[in-house]
């Protein structure tokens, strides 16, 4: 596609570098600009700003068709289609914060030209139309807009871009979808195409529903626990009704990351702000908020008060195959559990040993053995490989109390309790069943 104007890319995170490195292995030139000197500065040297599988070998395979800069001239300089990929994360009020979308179209409008602007970040509905009435405000009338929503799994980024369930685009005028659709050509899958206001809620709608699968199978554990019944089979025995399906039925402490819980609660304060009130996403959310407490009402059963306890965490990142610390269980597990005066240690295979500003007065250290050294107890917070190839009997030994509490439901319970250790996890009923009425 040499003598084709290179796509730009405003924003070089999780969703814009792994946009531009995809459509530069499809064959396009991209720019990729961000306000972030730094990141610029590694990744022009070589250096991936963030963990994503595969992303370091593709991003060698079509450096020549990669550029990086700071600068919105420079972008605009050979740029006629722009993909907006900054971020959007909430606001007080539990709305997403749009300033860093404003910034970036105003930079761009502010430069003139005839442009087709495409936005990935997620955004409410109706900020098509918004950013669209600005420009006219702003007297600009030659930038055509599409709303094209990502829908990447962080961890599977790379794949979820190139194999994608569906490539949804709203665009007011048709040829501007057409455009942006083109785009993809040599990826196969179904092509939704609709009006921006739609393909916007299909993004919140999708991510809502997602939360709200979680949230459900995490209230049918939590009565698993009360009645004696196993959660994980009753999700098996759920999911082969291909009704519901298997996905995101796995009950644990919670959703995290940087999109569910700022996507659920900005739909539920789009609907509010429009006059209606979402019942049903504000229990998935208060669900998922008190799930994360569960795992410290586990332990209290069982150690009596954790003052002075040390409990470990084994895993910080929000998901396995991430480094991203975005609205992770871990974070409000390690305050939560400080606040009951329990010491805090912690491993994560991607998080650096040392002071992190996210767990201050946790230790976190390079071995889990060494976290778990004198340890009351254990919580799995993240499904990480190497929890599943730990020595489980080296791990009982070197604890004080050998207790681990599985918050994924990620490890062979029969194995580790094997290996010495008394075994939790989530929803796994070992309660009498409630006796017949009298
Ligand atoms: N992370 C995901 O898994 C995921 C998946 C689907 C959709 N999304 C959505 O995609 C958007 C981006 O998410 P992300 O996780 O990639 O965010 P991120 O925080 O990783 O990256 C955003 C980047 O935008 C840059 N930026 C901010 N303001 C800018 C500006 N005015 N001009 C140029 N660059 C600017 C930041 O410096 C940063 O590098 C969000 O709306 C998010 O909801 C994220």
Redesign the pocket.
């Known amino acids: 596609m040499d003598g084709v104007a290179p796509i730009g890319v405003?924003?070089?995170?999780?969703?814009?570098l792994v946009t531009a490195v995809c459509f530069a292995h499809l064959g396009h030139r991209v720019v990729c600009?961000?306000?972030?000197e730094a990141?610029i500065a590694g990744l022009r040297s070589g250096r991936l700003?963030?963990y994503e599988p595969g992303l370091d070998k593709l991003i060698d395979d079509t450096t020549e068709r990669l550029s990086f800069t700071t600068s919105y001239d420079e972008l605009l300089e050979g740029c006629h289609i722009l993909f907006i990929?900054?971020?959007?994360p909430p606001s007080a009020s539990g709305d997403a914060d749009l300033s860093?979308v404003q910034?970036?179209t105003r930079?761009i409008a502010r430069r003139g030209g005839e442009r087709l602007m495409v936005m990935?970040?997620?955004?409410p509905v109706g900020t098509g139309e918004r950013v669209t009435a600005d420009f006219t405000g702003l007297g600009v009338s030659q930038i055509a807009y599409v709303s094209n929503?990502?829908?990447?799994?962080?961890g599977a980024?790379i794949q979820d871009f190139l194999e994608p369930d569906r490539i949804v685009i709203g665009s007011f005028r048709p040829e501007d979808g057409d455009v942006v659709e083109a785009l993809y050509r040599g990826i196969d899958a179904e092509v939704v195409r609709t009006s921006v206001a739609t393909a916007e809620m299909i993004k919140y709608a999708s991510n809502a529903f997602l939360a709200t699968k979680i949230s459900f199978i995490n209230e049918i554990a939590n009565v698993c626990e009360q009645v004696g019944a196993d959660v994980r089979e009753v999700a098996r025995g759920m999911g082969l009704d291909h009704r519901i399906g298997p996905h995101f039925l796995q009950a644990g402490i919670g959703y995290g990351?940087?999109?569910f819980p700022?996507?659920v609660q900005a739909l539920k304060q789009l609907a509010g702000n429009s006059g209606y009130h979402f019942q049903l996403l504000t229990a998935v959310l208060e669900v998922n908020a008190l799930q994360k407490r569960r795992v410290v009402t586990k332990l209290k059963q069982r150690l009596g008060r954790l003052h002075g306890k040390k409990v470990a965490l084994l895993g910080l990142t929000f998901k396995p195959n991430t480094d991203?610390l975005r609205e992770a269980a871990s974070i409000v597990l390690a305050a939560r559990l400080q606040g009951e005066g329990a010491r805090v240690s912690a491993h994560d295979p991607m998080i650096p040993a040392g002071e992190h500003p996210s767990f201050p007065g946790v230790a976190i250290v390079d071995d889990p053995l060494e976290a778990l050294s004198d340890a009351d107890a254990a919580v799995l917070v993240t499904e990480w490989p190497e929890y599943g190839r730990l020595d489980w009997g080296a791990a009982a030994a070197v604890m004080r109390r050998p207790l681990l509490i599985d918050g994924r439901n990620f490890l062979d319970p029969d194995v580790v309790a094997a290996s010495g250790l008394e075994y939790d996890g989530i929803g796994l009923g070992d309660a009498e069943p409630p006796a017949w009425p009298a």
């Open positions: 405003v924003g070089t995170g999780y969703v814009g600009m961000d306000v972030d990141k700003p963030i990929a900054v971020d959007t860093r910034r970036a930079e990935k970040s997620t955004v929503p990502e829908f990447l799994r962080e980024a990351g940087s999109c700022k996507d991203d």
